[in-house]
Structure formats: structure tokens, C-alpha cells
């Protein structure tokens, strides 16, 4: 099943399914321009049972690095990307796991400063893998947070698909 497939039947009977829609037959469902959203991607590192987070500088929690799908990225290049530059830690692709692990629908909420209008994100998680840590291009706390200690439902979520 391709991903397209995936997050359609995910979005089925969800508040979520008339913009996934519109989303997934635009010509650019991966492209900030997609105005009623876009599908982005982000990483879930794990290393001696802790995973690698970020405190987002403006939603104020911890979540997984992750962003958008620059031209060209597969969705799981451009999660290995966003949480390059979130954290400066190089990663590859779980070889167990090349399929996103987790697929979630979540509203954006305008922001001015970027001029964006209030959209849905359609996040696909990845599992990966630390290869070496490198400095950060952004300057976004991180840090290693224990699987017990993780307040966020959609990463307890996939850590449970994982168990």
C-alpha cells in the first residue's frame, strides 16, 4: 500500500477526511503552497530506551524534531534532515523499519509573522537510527527523555507500535 493509500484510510470518518482529501489529489501535497495543508515528516530516535526530543519554540512542548518536505526529499529524507538540523545528531533510516510508524493529523494555527493561514499537517513518523552527533543548524533545546517520561500521546502511541 503507498502512503497516499495509508493516510487516506487513516483519515477516513475523522474530522480530518474532506481537507486530507483535497490535500492528497492537489499536485503538490508535500508543498507549503498546498494551502488546506500539507504532509510532513519527522524522526523518532531512540537510544538505551530514552528518544531524542525538541521543546518546540512555539507550540512550548516536547515533541520529536521533524518539518517540512523540502522539493525533491522523500518524506523519510526529510525527516532525517529536520532532525539533523533541530539537533545536529546524524541519523539513518531503521533498516526494520522503512514505513512510517505512525501517521497523525494536526491543525497549524495561523501565524502572521509567516504569513501562513491556519492549515492541517499530516505527519509521518519514522523510526531512526544515531549514527554521530554534529553541531545543530538551529538553536532549539533538545534532549534525551526516558519512555516513562514522555508526556506526548502520539510518541507513547508509536513507542507502543515499537514494544
Known amino acids: 500500500?503507498?502512503?497516499?493509500?495509508?493516510?487516506?484510510i487513516r483519515a477516513r470518518n475523522t474530522i480530518?477526511?474532506?481537507r486530507c482529501n483535497i490535500i492528497l489529489t492537489s499536485s503538490s501535497p508535500f508543498s507549503r503552497a498546498t494551502t488546506q495543508g500539507h504532509i510532513t515528516a519527522s524522526g523518532l530516535v531512540i537510544k538505551d530506551d530514552k528518544a531524542l526530543l525538541i521543546f518546540h519554540p512555539y507550540i512550548k512542548r516536547w515533541f520529536?524534531?521533524?518539518?517540512?518536505?523540502?522539493?525533491?526529499?522523500s518524506p523519510i529524507e526529510a525527516a532525517i534532515r529536520e532532525v539533523y538540523e533541530e539537533t545536529g545528531y546524524v541519523c539513518e533510516s531503521d533498516p526494520d523499519s522503512q514505513d512510517p510508524i505512525d501517521i497523525d493529523f494536526h491543525e497549524i494555527p495561523e501565524n502572521p509573522k509567516k504569513g501562513e493561514g491556519a492549515h492541517l499537517h499530516i505527519d509521518l513518523l519514522y523510526r531512526l537510527r544515531v549514527l554521530r552527533q554534529e553541531q545543530p543548524a538551529e538553536d532549539?533545546?533538545?534532549?534525551?527523555?526516558?519512555?516513562?517520561?514522555?508526556?506526548s500521546i502520539r510518541i507513547q502511541r508509536a513507542l507502543a507500535k515499537l514494544a
Open 64 to 73: 520529536q524534531p521533524g518539518g517540512h518536505i523540502d522539493e525533491g526529499d
Open 140 to 151: 532549539i533545546e533538545c534532549r534525551w527523555v526516558a519512555f516513562r517520561d514522555i508526556e
Open 16 to 18: 480530518h477526511e474532506a
Open 1 to 8: 500500500m503507498n502512503i497516499f493509500s495509508e493516510i487516506a
